[in-house]
């Protein structure tokens, strides 16, 4: 039988094993470049199967929140190389994933300070986190103004210069944020995107950002390098689609033929209930549209997993188990898990921002036998 810890593949890359590192967002990156503190964290976790890394700007437009990183300026690379290769010399894989906040950001962290762009001028009942006297504090967004037709293939431009950028900087790959209530996910949903263009109104129109975004990277750096992470009924950020089932199959489909290392989908609510009674959904029928489609890749779930939850799963079929806020405490998770270790727990007052505690100085097994 398949376990966990076996090694396991997804497209081009060969992992050590079936657990996953969750992008998680940390806010440890001044001007958007990842401090040497960046590289000691996910070297740390590198006995992951696949490092994702935290969400990365793929322009200052696509940012959202205080001192997050970008992949837009040779300094940020620069900064993702020194990443790269403290993972790879530590004997891990890492992926980038690649973000643009489109209405979920303010007009402080834009350029010019002007209005954040989205599918349509709705604002989100949402808040971003920004950083007043030292300290982070939550903050309403900003209201947007809708994107110009003719703007969008710049902005498709972008996350393909991203990608070639994440190769440069030493990345084994990079994961397209598709979810959670950001740009890709607001032309999905009819809760944000209300556009009369080809970009909107009819499922086709809704879906055709995110895959001219996959096909655009794929084109530059190949199916096989290229992950997509979706959150079909995620109320994050304000995220409403009135009929998520068929919206998410086309999706699918039209993902099916590019041969995806991997396909990442939240179940439920974004950190918090796995199932919504008000929002259901059928993953598994998702899965089986996207291999019915031919699809390839690896099929990574992810949600509030534990080991448990983790081994059903995998004999249920997924291939890959993402860990979000396990990753934040437990530098050695896949020790621990294989062990039966107990965990860590993560300090919530310091998930966003400051420095290496809550950070880096989370013991693994072999710092408490020491100590
Ligand atoms: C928590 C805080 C800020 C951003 C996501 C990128 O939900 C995020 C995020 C999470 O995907």
């Not at 990183?69 to 300094?75: K, N, Q, T, W």
């Not at 055709?208 to 992470?229: D, K, N, S, Y």
């Not at 996207?290 to 291939?319: L, S, T």
């Amino acid at each position: 039988m398949t376990t966990l810890f076996d090694p396991s593949t997804a497209g081009d890359l060969q992992l050590a094993n079936r657990i996953v590192m969750a992008p998680l967002t940390r806010n440890r990156s001044p001007d958007a470049v990842p401090p040497e503190l960046v590289a000691t964290y996910y070297a740390q976790r590198a006995s992951a199967g696949l490092l994702i890394t935290e969400a990365t700007a793929i322009t200052q437009q696509g940012q959202g929140y205080a001192d997050v990183p970008g992949l837009y300026a040779p300094a940020q690379i620069a900064g993702w190389k020194r990443v790269t290769e403290a993972v790879h010399a530590a004997g891990g894989r890492i992926v980038v994933q690649l973000w643009h906040v489109g209405r979920i950001s303010h007009t402080d962290l834009q350029p010019g300070n002007a209005a954040p762009v989205a599918p349509s001028a709705i604002p989100a009942k949402a808040k971003t986190v920004l950083f007043r006297d030292g300290k982070a504090v939550f903050i309403e967004t900003s209201a947007p103004r809708a994107l110009e037709t003719a703007e969008i293939p710049g902005i498709v431009d972008d996350y393909r210069r991203a990608a070639v950028a994440a190769i440069e900087a030493g990345f084994d790959g990079v994961e397209i944020h598709g979810a959670n209530g950001y740009l890709i996910d607001q032309f999905l949903k009819t809760g944000s995107n209300q556009r009369t263009d080809m970009y909107g109104g009819s499922i086709e129109n809704r879906a055709r950002f995110l895959l001219e975004v996959t096909q655009a990277i794929v084109g530059a750096i190949g199916g096989g390098r290229t992950g997509i992470r979706l959150s079909p009924v995620t109320p994050a950020n304000d995220a409403a689609e009135e009929d998520p089932a068929p919206l998410f199959a086309h999706v699918a489909r039209g993902l099916a033929p590019l041969g995806l290392a991997y396909v990442h989908v939240i179940e439920g609510s974004t950190g918090g209930p796995r199932v919504l009674p008000e929002r259901p959904f059928d993953y598994a029928a998702l899965k089986a549209a996207y291999r019915a489609a031919g699809g390839r890749g690896a099929w990574m779930v992810n949600n509030g997993y534990d080991k448990a939850m983790a081994e059903q799963a995998v004999a249920d079929g997924a291939d890959l188990v993402a860990f979000g806020r396990p990753y934040i405490a437990n530098p050695d998770l896949v020790r621990r898990l294989r062990e039966n270790a107990p965990l860590n727990t993560p300090d919530r007052a310091t998930f966003y921002g400051g420095g290496a505690a809550g950070y880096t100085d989370y013991p693994s097994l072999e710092d408490a036998a020491a100590a």
